[in-house]
């Protein structure tokens, strides 16, 4: 495929993940095409004519990928996405998953095999490594403003309990706590031991998790800490980084998420997107005070620029196969972790 050839993809799933976090990104970045949703339903039909005029409705997988697709994102309920991704795989699509991206690490594995047969990318939408607030720790730390990192505390709390994804195969550390995990696996590495905690609360008579603190200890000996509730009516975003030349604290907003519930759009908000209030920057503490860090500019269209680099044959997928597994991997042994009160070795 040239530089030159737009590529085709379709979305599978209108619902919140479709229309707030897929959508609007792939509509922001030139060369992709977007060929097609799959959806049902008359209201998110309605919605989509919208927000995406022109763009085709389509009843299935199959009848979407009959119009011709070079990849397509699964973003449909946890309990579809499995066989959804191993069909579209066997159609010759590349995929990119939502998360969960599988509910155990044996499952990720099926589904990383069956790409390797495929020959095609199979990539899971971690799109928080590009969050404003990640994006400016990741600054300050590049910028060996903190020196050697010691331990990161990362704190995200949602009151959004209309949400909370139930049954035994979901819960939030499933959800949230996937993105959280992969945003400390992304800026120090893989991760040898977890511990855990998990809050369960009981939903139509299943118990699920709605809230977890896992701790986590890299192998380059960096010790990081995330947490997330749903149900505790606690909304709020807490980033705190300790290394031997000092600390850095944020609190800033979930910017990017923010401003599509707004009714702005990345493909022309410009250079306004992903960039949070003044009022709002992070604090770096040294030797030599305390100052503001003014902040980066957080964008989930980078996701869909490198996924279309990859699509083309020109770089490696934004998130790889592999690290998507370990995350998965570091999530089932918080649960094991959390069953037993034990620390569980990777």
């Not at 977890?212 to 705190?240: M, P, Q, W, Y």
């Not at 620029?305 to 998507?324: D, K, T």
Request: hydrophobic share 40%; net charge negative.
């Amino acid at each position: 495929m040239s530089a030159s050839t737009p590529a085709r993809i379709g979305v599978v799933g209108y619902g919140a993940g479709g229309h707030r976090f897929h959508v609007p990104y792939i509509q922001a970045v030139k060369g992709w095409e977007l060929a097609g949703v799959v959806t049902r339903s008359a209201e998110r039909r309605a919605i989509l004519a919208t927000e995406a005029p022109g763009v085709p409705a389509f009843d299935s997988l199959d009848a979407l990928l009959d119009a011709g697709v070079d990849a397509v994102v699964i973003t449909t309920p946890p309990d579809t996405r499995r066989e959804l991704v191993l069909r579209a795989l066997e159609r010759g699509a590349h995929v990119v998953a939502d998360n969960p991206f599988a509910p155990t690490a044996q499952g990720a594995r099926e589904l990383q095999a069956a790409a390797e047969r495929s020959g095609r990318i199979l990539t899971a939408y971690q799109n928080r490594r590009w969050d404003t607030d990640l994006v400016t720790l990741k600054q300050v730390i590049d910028e060996g403003q903190l020196g050697d990192i010691w331990r990161v505390s990362s704190r995200m709390d949602q009151d959004d309990s209309g949400t909370l994804e139930t049954g035994p195969a979901h819960g939030l550390l499933r959800d949230l706590g996937s993105h959280l995990v992969d945003q400390m696996a992304f800026l120090f590495g893989p991760v040898e031991r977890v511990s855990a905690h998990l809050d369960i609360t009981e939903v139509d008579g299943v118990e699920v998790d709605c809230g977890f603190d896992v701790a986590l200890h890299h192998a380059n000996g960096v010790f990081t800490r995330v947490a997330s509730s749903k149900i505790n009516h606690l909304d709020g975003r807490e980033l705190i980084a300790y290394g031997d030349l000092g600390a850095y604290e944020s609190r800033m907003d979930d910017v990017q998420t923010a401003q599509i519930d707004a009714g702005l759009r990345p493909a022309s908000a410009a250079a306004g997107w992903g960039v949070e209030a003044e009022a709002r920057w992070g604090t770096l503490h040294t030797t030599e005070g305390s100052q503001q860090i003014p902040s980066a500019r957080g964008d989930y269209a980078e996701y869909y620029r490198m996924l279309l680099a990859a699509v083309r044959g020109e770089s490696a997928p934004p998130v790889p196969i592999e690290q998507a597994v370990h995350t998965v991997e570091i999530l089932d042994a918080a649960r094991e972790s959390a069953r037993t009160g034990l620390t569980v070795e990777i």
